[in-house]
């Protein structure tokens, strides 16, 4: 069975850091491209972060680029996202997401980690 599994969401104040973890089974993950991907409460998804299946390449939106940083480990068959100076915007249910037809819409993804940024 394909499967996504997210982890590491928490509360963290203003300023502060998380580090998500993704876990991936049931497919090939070393040549998979791999996506973070949040949805804000009352919000859309939006697209966060991209990292390739060697995990040479990475993209970063412009909210999150020069705070976040994206990276995997294919023998352990897992991702990372690591967030820094984090801010209230960012608070969102976090996903990572399997490329699918060249894009992270439709692809399969895992149940989601929460992240609330407050004081």
């Known amino acids: 069975k394909r499967q996504l599994v997210e982890s590491g969401g928490g509360l963290v104040q203003p300023g502060g850091s998380l580090r998500l973890s993704c876990a991936a089974s049931?497919?090939?993950?070393?040549?998979?491209?791999m996506y973070w991907v949040r949805q804000a409460p009352g919000k859309g998804p939006e697209w966060v972060s991209t990292?390739?299946?060697?995990?040479?390449?990475?993209w970063y939106s412009d909210s999150v680029k020069g705070r976040f940083s994206v990276s995997r480990d294919n023998a352990q068959n897992t991702m990372a996202l690591q967030m820094n100076s984090l801010k209230p915007e960012d608070t969102a249910v976090y996903y990572c997401?399997?490329?699918?037809?060249?894009?992270?819409?439709?692809?399969?993804r895992g149940p989601g980690t929460q992240v609330t940024v407050s004081s």
């Open positions: 990292i390739s299946s060697r995990g040479d390449v990475t």
């Open positions: 997401v399997k490329q699918s037809g060249g894009t992270w819409t439709g692809g399969l």
């Open positions: 049931g497919f090939t993950f070393n040549v998979a491209v």
